[in-house]
């Protein structure tokens, strides 16, 4: 049993006219949950709700919803009450959420949030989206090298309420630069008169700030860290990427995969909101270069054309031999992409993967080759026919799965992203080799 | 910068032979970092090292390394210190990782662990490994609600260096149920004279045992909770669920969706250990499947015989008309079938979104229809044979993005996980389509 009030429950608290009830029962609600049903109210019932709740409760609500219903909400709560709620964000949150509005609305909300915040979330603009610098939040917690465990232990209940992780407390030295980390379980069990210095781990895993967002997520998921700290080239210490950050765009990175490798399209324009232009233009460029790939298949029909009229049934089994080598080398190419990005696949068994993707492709291979070729025997009578479409779809899958073993081995090797060879590329590039072995074979065999 | 170090100064160490120095240079290491190399170094090398490192190092490094890896390590290592390492692994890793193991050798692990520990892990060996029960450690932190601040901090100090997580302390009444919940960031800041029932949130966020992981890992990601209770029926606190045990269901529940989207295959045979029959096992019935569809497709194309003879330039389109039209299902069931998992696409959403992709289709459907005719008009020099050809193309496409689009919905409506709905199934079911569609046209058209 989860503990969440049912939908209905919650959409009843909403909808309270008396507005002493609806504050009550928004205080007992969590944010997310606000959030989830706020996009189904009328939205005069959705300002004054977010004009109820506290400013903390309603920025983890901003937080949570589409960025069209923020547009939304925005102008009706004003500007003012805006930069309240933006103003208990956490930095990283914060701008994120002012990246994508249009610049002059930016403006205004900076200029209308606390001097110190906006300034950190001007800062934290400049970086790019994609890196420990995108990624990051301001608010940690630091103190230097000299002091006891309890004065830490002060200074964190003072900090506590602001920072986004407590967990780890960093320590730096006079030119800010990052010696040290504890954790709080380590603070916690310490002798409170004792040194931070000497109870300190001098090892301390950073990111650079330019670090590539996906690296950052690959390093915190490795170690399971709760948070890894962001420095500049000269080890200053200038924030903080945490786990909930790093579990987000692990989605993303698990998406963009999954976006590239089934269907050749970038990611960026397909989130439910982008307009259906930006949707179709993101597609038609692969889908056309397939249509091309089509083509360059019934150019060899063509070529075969003679084979073809000598034997008009060799047409019914384009379709099976098209399609078969297509998605065995799809199955081989998704375990590899997919064995590279968890790291399942590591330098050592490159290799030994690729040869274990073809065994099961001749095991693969022969059995499917077999069975066509029975069944175009029993479904033609021809026995000619039989030989030609099962040998031709053996060939054709074995080559497939070493191919689609291979390529994404190599384009990991050369340093590409091996999820850009998508399994439709590879499949088109199947249909042209299965067709040439299919109608090579049969022009050698049958006339 | 990484501040990690390389990997020739970390195999360097590894292969010290000065006992003393290898020593120091374990100490320094991150178990992550020595369980990546060890695999590379010859058997008795990763024995000395794994009876060097201290218990609670080899138990991380142990946990990190491939289940074959293990199994070697362990003959050499023998039962008492293996007993040894498991007995410092927190009780969920511990349970996974006995799990694996033949009954007899987990037996005598077990036999040779602390009796508590033993019972814990045989406790949990009882539950379905997907569920909440099969993720959860049981090293939690609990204190009684009658408590001061004061005192819970003192228990901490002192279950803290066992405690799977730290970060929330669980409250429970005489009866061993949960009834609050406060974090080690809230225990920091409160008064330490403070009443911990007077502190504590009592709506608290837990899962049955039973609960499947996805739906586990989806709440903690959702809510972006570090830990999460697990209760029985009767509310009893029984363990606790952590973020980085989620980290790895996220990765392991997008991998099964992306192999089954793409290829069709699933994923528990495709680990890079799973032997070569078992991999082809699992993939051979959907590629068989595919292949009679593909036959099906065939069989339309030989019901046109009569066309085909007419026109055997009809052939030379067979790969372009059955390839566009499954690539574009493809892509719209990627991004639905995506937007559902990753919870992009609710309830509320999900019309509009295959309102939309019809559109894309429409937009799609009418460019590559075009493009295509013109092709082949030039091509082949025949206006009509460009008509059918473009005007099936796009016919297909629209057909193609509505399946592709509207599988997945309902199949999410009437409760089916929507990433059962395989691209190569809906391209197949396409080819059949656009060869109906194809050959249908052109015989009304063309004869």
């Not at 939304?72 to 002012?98: C, N, S």
């Not at 006079?174 to 980390?181: I, K, T």
Request: charged share 20%.
């Amino acid at each position: 049993m989860l503990k969440r009030e049912d939908r209905s429950e919650i959409l009843e608290c909403l909808h309270q006219n008396s507005l002493s009830k609806l504050r009550q029962c928004l205080r007992d609600l969590h944010a997310v949950d606000i959030a989830d049903l706020l996009p189904t109210l009328p939205l005069p019932q959705r300002i004054k709700i977010m004009r109820m709740v506290d400013k903390d409760k309603a920025s983890d609500i901003l937080f949570k919803l589409d960025k069209e219903e923020v547009l939304l909400l925005l102008e009706g709560l004003g500007p003012k009450r805006t930069a309240e709620i933006l103003g208990q964000m956490f930095t990283d949150d914060a701008a994120d959420f002012l990246g994508e509005l249009p610049e002059e609305q930016k403006d205004i909300l900076l200029s209308l949030m606390e001097a110190a915040d906006a300034e950190d979330i001007r800062e934290l603009l400049n970086y790019d989206v994609d890196t420990a610098g995108g990624l990051m939040a301001t608010e940690y917690v630091d103190v230097k090298q000299d002091i006891t465990v309890a004065e830490a232990i002060n200074i964190l209940r003072k900090t506590a309420p602001d920072a986004e992780t407590v967990y780890y407390v960093y320590v730096t030295n006079d030119r800010e630069q990052l010696v040290g980390v504890i954790s709080l379980r380590e603070l916690i069990i310490a002798d409170p008169s004792a040194l931070i210095e000497d109870i300190m781990r001098t090892k301390v895993f950073s990111v650079n700030v330019r670090t590539d967002q996906e690296e950052v997520a690959k390093l915190m998921s490795k170690y399971d860290f709760l948070a890894v700290p962001v420095v500049n080239d000269n080890m200053q210490l200038l924030g903080i990427v945490t786990f909930d950050d790093v579990m987000d765009v692990m989605e993303e990175e698990a998406t963009e995969d999954m976006m590239r490798l089934v269907a050749n399209i970038e990611p960026e324009g397909q989130e439910i909101e982008s307009s259906f232009w930006i949707r179709a233009g993101k597609r038609l460029p692969w889908l056309i270069g397939l249509l091309f790939g089509g083509l360059l298949a019934g150019n060899v029909i063509q070529n075969f054309s003679e084979t073809l009229e000598h034997m008009t049934a060799l047409a019914f089994f384009i379709t099976a031999l098209a399609g078969g080598p297509g998605n065995a080398a799809s199955q081989s190419l998704t375990v590899v992409v997919r064995g590279l990005a968890t790291g399942e696949v590591n330098r050592n068994k490159i290799l030994a993967v690729v040869w274990k993707e073809t065994q099961v492709g001749i095991l693969i291979g022969i059995v499917c080759g077999l069975l066509l070729s029975v069944m175009a025997y029993v479904w033609q009578q021809s026995l000619i026919l039989g030989l030609v479409v099962g040998l031709s779809l053996a060939i054709s899958i074995v080559i497939a799965t070493i191919l689609g073993s291979l390529v994404p081995v190599i384009m990991n090797r050369i340093g590409v992203d091996p999820a850009l060879a998508s399994g439709p590329f590879i499949a088109t590039l199947m249909d042209i080799t299965s067709m040439v072995i299919y109608f090579g074979l049969a022009t050698l065999l049958i006339i």
